[in-house]
Nanobody
Framework: QVQLVESGGGLVQAGRSLRLSCAAS????????MGWVRQAPGKEREFVAA????????YYADSVKGRFTISRDDAKRTVALQMNSLKPDDTAVYYC???????????????WGQGTQVTVSS
């Protein structure tokens, strides 16, 4: 079992950057795929990015590819989402998740944190 807590959200102007962090606790972490989803008000949850346990593969939604970068530090038990060139459409609550199966995480299964708010103004 793993527990996740997100941080780093805030209010920024379009074109600027934010870095979200996710702190994990629990016995298992190294072999988990870690990822992020987001949910904007009145909209369904959207997959954002994921990274495999050994950093061999990363996965990004087309809407964020080239702007967002996911990374992990297993020694610190953290995963981060560097968000550059932010757009108003990126406004959402961002959730960090973990699953042993990458494909399952991408469809929303797994363990998820409480979320952190990101608001991008135009």
């Amino acid at each position: 079992q793993v527990q996740l807590v997100e941080s780093g959200g805030g209010l920024v102007q379009a074109g600027r950057s934010l870095r979200l962090s996710c702190a994990a606790s629990g016995r298992a972490f190294t072999r988990y795929t870690m990822g992020w989803v987001r949910q904007a008000p009145g909209k369904e949850r959207e997959f954002v990015a994921a990274i495999s346990w050994n950093n061999i593969n990363t996965y990004y939604a087309d809407s964020v590819k080239g702007r967002f970068t996911i990374s992990r530090d297993d020694a610190k038990r953290t995963v981060a989402l560097q968000m550059n060139s932010l757009k108003p459409d990126d406004t959402a609550v961002y959730y960090c998740g973990a699953h042993l199966d990458t494909s399952k995480l991408q469809i929303g299964e797994g363990t998820w944190g409480q979320g952190t708010q990101v608001t991008v103004s135009s």
